[in-house]
């Protein structure tokens, strides 16, 4: 999914002038239409989303 948080994101909307959360959602909107383009059906999510928090909980909970 789309970083939201990563440094890069947070590194280029400082350049940009621009919230972090402005650039990663504008990032995540063309890699979707990407992805729809080339008819690629997937759930393309963001690392805000509810389904990658529950993902990486689950993920977290059974490795500890």
Known sequence: ???THG???EFEAFKQ???PKAL???VHERIV???E???IDMF???TESPTHY???TDIYSKSA
């Open 37 to 39: 383009n080339f008819e």
């Open 44 to 46: 393309y999510t963001t």
């Open 54 to 56: 529950r993902f990486t």
């Open 1 to 3: 999914g789309s970083d």
């Open 7 to 9: 440094t890069n994101i």
């Open 17 to 19: 002038g621009i919230s």
């Open 24 to 26: 990663s959602d504008s």
């Open 33 to 35: 239409k990407i992805l």
